[in-house]
């Protein structure tokens, strides 16, 4: 939460802030006590003379607790107060009424007017500090409780932002199943607006959905059902976080519908790939076996071919000489 300077307010910087205080009093001598009694606590004290002044303050600034005068001209106590109120901003800022007189018409209409408190004079400085010292704690506690719900406020943003920008769907559900959140892929993915599957459970989407058992991941797939009633094959991944509410599983959701077919047709193509292969390699085998027997024939064709060359002429047969 950035200040007005622009500087980064933490929790030790809320703890040591200087809440303002509004003193209201017709007198300047009344506002010169009630500063120097209230000077020791620490904080910036704010004066005002007139509830006309008192309300220019409010319009510019928020206060820890207002100490207001009664008896005032123009605008008294009661008056500044119901205007006080009657504004949004200033609706619930403490009012300390201050008065001389102990009469019960003043009390009752002053706690009809929403008063906290009275203090009546003169005022003990000891009991006004303590009285405002616990309006300026509470206004540091509020103070930091809207800092940190402004914190969650962002991380719960930031983490809406990031579960829609997953390219999966996400479902966050409780150990047992039961969907928390859902992003807008969900939606796409299965057919559902959000609010029909918030607080139902994961099982009406992938009916053999099952927790983590104890791991703090797994992996698996499952077939997943659309609200039509289609089936498709799905990869969930499961994550655990054990928090203080109890354990909340996110199941992050892929349709693989695309990645099977793929796979199928690669088994397929691998399959006729090996027949083809087994074809080819029996086809090899008999042209082999084909041309050893044709090796075999013309060596034995030579062979013989070789072997009646080498023979001698058979009797009886004359052999011409030619004369020299």
């Known amino acids: 939460m950035p200040s007005r300077e622009g500087t ?6 809320l703890n040591q802030h200087r809440v303002k205080i509004l003193l ?9 006590s009630l500063e120097a009694a209230l000077d020791g606590l620490g904080q910036q004290l704010v004066l005002a003379q007139s509830g006309m002044e008192a309300l220019r303050h409010l319009l510019e600034d928020d206060f820890a607790a207002i100490l207001l005068d009664v008896k005032m001209p123009e605008l008294d106590g009661f008056q500044t107060a119901e205007l006080i109120r009657s504004r949004k901003r200033s609706r619930h800022t403490p ?4 008065t001389a007189y ?3 018409e003043h009390l009752f209409r002053g706690y009809d007017m929403g008063a906290v408190d009275y203090l009546f004079k003169p005022i003990v400085p000891e009991i006004l500090r303590s009285k405002v010292a616990v309006f300026v704690e509470l206004s540091r506690n509020a103070a930091l409780l809207r800092h940190q719900a402004e914190i969650l406020g962002k991380a719960e943003q930031k983490f809406r932002f990031l579960l829609e920008a997953a390219p999966d769907a996400m479902i966050i559900s409780s150990g047992e199943g039961d969907i928390h959140l859902v992003n807008s892929r969900v939606e796409a ?6 609010d029909e599957l918030i607080g139902k459970n994961i099982r009406l989407l992938v009916p053999d ?4 058992a104890g791991l703090p ?3 698996w797939e499952r077939r997943a059902r659309r609200k039509e009633g289609s089936q498709f094959p799905a990869e969930i991944t499961l994550s655990a ?3 203080e509410e109890g354990l909340l599983v996110t199941s992050a959701v892929r349709d693989i519908t695309e990645r099977k077919r793929r796979d199928d047709e690669i088994r397929d193509l691998n399959t006729k790939l090996e027949q083809r292969v087994a074809e080819r390699t029996q086809e090899l085998l008999e042209s082999n076996e084909a041309l050893r027997q044709s090796n075999d024939d013309l060596n034995q064709f030579a062979y013989a071919a070789s072997h009646d060359l080498q023979e001698p002429p058979a009797h009886g047969v004359a052999v011409q000489r030619a004369d020299p």
């Open 8 to 13: 980064q307010v933490t929790p030790e910087h």
């Open 24 to 32: 209201v009093d017709d007198s300047a001598e009344n506002l010169i």
């Open 95 to 98: 009012i300390l009424f201050l």
């Open 102 to 104: 102990k009469s019960d």
């Open 189 to 194: 993915m299965f057919g559902f607006h959000r």
């Open 209 to 212: 959905w099952k927790g983590p």
């Open 217 to 219: 991941e797994a992996h």
């Open 241 to 243: 976080l054990q928090t």
